[in-house]
C-alpha cells in the first residue's frame, strides 16, 4: 500500500480538469509554488487533457467555419463531447470559460471549493459550437474583457478555488480575513522597516493592543471599501460599530441605511447619583 501523503485523507483531494487546446500552458502553473506543493501533498490534483486527442480524425482537427459564414473557426461540439466522456470520473461541475458567463467572484470560489472534481472547459478561435452550453453545468466569466484562450481565465480559477481547501494555505484564518472573504476589501498590512522615506507604520500595530488593532483594521477595510467598492458594503455584514466608524468617515446618517448599516450604538448615559441627605438628629 502507497502511504497517504501528508495532511491529506484519502479521498479528499479536490481534481480539476482542464480541456484544453494547449495544456502545456498550464503545466507549470499547477507545478510550482503553492498549488504544485498542495498536488505533491495530495491536497489538489491537476490533470491536464488536450482536445485535439479527440478530434475524430487523423488530422487532429477539432473546429470548423461556422455556419453562416464569417471569420474564424468555432470547435466542434462532438469533440467536447467526446473529451468529457473520456474523463476518468464524472466532474460535479463542468464549467465553459467565456466571456457571455457569470461574473467570477469570491462568493463563487467558495461555492466551487466544496466541490470534488471540477472539469474547466478552455476555447480558442471564435469560441465553442452553441451545442456545447447543453454540455456543461454552468458558464463562467472572469471580467468584461476578451482573451484569446480560456487558460488564463482556468488558472485564476484553480488559484481562487484551490487555496480554499484545508492545508493549502498555512493558516485558513489568513483567507477568510482577504478582500472579499470578509464582504469588504482587506485592511492595508505593514512591516519592517518602521520607518522608510518619512512614512511610518501605524503606531496602533505596535502597541499590542489586540482588541484596538482589529478595529482598526475594521476601520480601515470600511474606509478602503467605502473609496474604492461602495457596492460591497450592503453585503458585508455591517454592524452598528461599523456604522459609528462610517459616520466618522463621513458618510451620512440617510446614505447608511443606503450601504445597509444598522443604526450606530446609543452612547450610554452616565447615571449621577443624588447627594445624600444628612440625617437629622434624634
Known amino acids: 500500500m502507497t502511504p497517504e501523503a501528508p495532511g491529506h485523507a484519502g479521498g479528499d483531494a479536490l ?14 502553473f499547477t507545478q510550482e509554488a503553492l498549488l504544485g506543493r498542495a498536488a505533491a501533498n495530495g491536497l489538489l490534483k491537476f490533470d491536464l487533457h488536450d482536445l485535439r486527442e479527440h478530434a475524430g480524425n487523423r488530422w487532429r482537427k477539432v473546429d470548423d467555419t461556422p455556419y453562416g459564414g464569417g471569420a474564424g473557426m468555432v470547435i466542434r461540439v462532438d469533440v467536447v463531447e467526446r473529451a468529457l ?13 467565456t466571456p457571455a458567463g457569470q461574473r467570477f467572484d469570491q462568493r463563487l ?24 452550453e447543453g454540455l456543461v453545468t454552468r458558464e463562467v466569466s472572469i471580467g468584461d474583457y476578451v482573451m ?11 488559484e481562487a478555488v484551490g487555496r480554499l481547501r484545508p492545508g493549502v494555505i498555512g493558516d485558513e484564518e489568513s483567507w477568510r480575513a482577504d478582500s472579499y472573504s470578509s464582504g ?11 520607518e522608510w522615506q518619512g512614512h511610518g507604520v501605524p503606531q496602533v500595530l505596535m502597541g499590542g493592543n489586540h482588541a484596538a488593532i482589529t478595529r482598526w483594521r475594521r476601520d480601515r477595510a470600511l474606509e478602503r471599501t467605502l473609496a474604492r467598492r461602495p457596492d460591497l458594503l450592503p453585503g458585508a455584514g455591517l454592524t452598528p460599530e461599523d456604522s459609528s466608524a462610517l459616520l466618522t468617515l463621513g458618510v451620512d446618517a440617510d446614505a447608511l441605511a443606503g450601504h445597509g448599516a444598522p443604526p450606530p450604538p446609543t452612547p450610554k448615559r452616565k ?3 443624588r447627594p445624600k441627605t444628612p440625617q437629622e438628629p434624634v
Not at 466522456?85 to 470559460?97: M, Q
Open 15 to 28: 481534481h480539476f480538469s482542464v480541456l484544453t487546446l494547449f495544456p502545456e500552458l498550464l503545466r507549470p
Open 85 to 97: 466522456a473520456a474523463l476518468p470520473s464524472t466532474p460535479d461541475e463542468v464549467i465553459l470559460l
Open 109 to 132: 470560489a467558495e461555492e466551487l471549493a466544496g466541490r470534488q472534481h471540477i472539469a474547466l472547459l478552455c476555447g480558442r478561435y471564435e469560441g465553442f459550437d452553441a451545442r456545447v
Open 148 to 158: 484569446m484562450g480560456g487558460e488564463a481565465a482556468a488558472a485564476c480559477i484553480m
Open 184 to 194: 469588504l476589501l482587506d485592511y492595508p498590512e505593514y512591516t519592517r522597516p518602521a
Open 271 to 273: 447615571r449621577t447619583r
